[in-house]
């Protein structure tokens, strides 16, 4: 399974970012995918999940800020962020689940400015 994140960036504090992350390889069976995030000198946390019905999963910090979704025909996950703060800087990494498998992409910078 390859993971493919894209759509981070550079952006003030209140701005908006769209991640995505497109699935390929051998992706049969692939059922939660998500996102975690990675700051300096903090350790890697889940930030969203979401299940293959649909259902989702958010840290309690950004509940009501960032949204997950999936689109399946495409394999892909996404990740609005709205209302960035420079506490949400990270690298953002998308992850998807078979089993008790953890796959995982390359990571996005999100970097929010003040």
């Known amino acids: 399974v390859q993971l493919q994140a894209s759509g981070g960036g550079l952006v003030q504090a209140g701005g908006s970012l769209r991640l995505s992350c497109v699935a390929s390889g051998s992706i049969r069976g692939i059922k939660s995918m998500g996102w975690y995030r990675h700051a300096p000198g903090k350790q890697r946390e889940l930030v969203a999940a979401?299940?293959?019905?649909?259902?989702?999963t958010y840290a309690d910090s950004v509940k009501g800020q960032f949204t997950i979704s999936r689109d399946n025909a495409k394999n892909t996950v996404y990740l609005q962020m709205n209302s960035l703060k420079p506490e949400d800087t990270a690298v953002y990494l998308c992850?998807?689940?078979?089993?008790?498998?953890?796959?995982w992409g390359q990571g996005t910078l999100v970097t929010v400015s003040s």
């Open positions: 979401i299940s293959a019905g649909g259902a989702t």
């Open positions: 992850s998807a689940a078979r089993g008790t498998v953890n796959y």
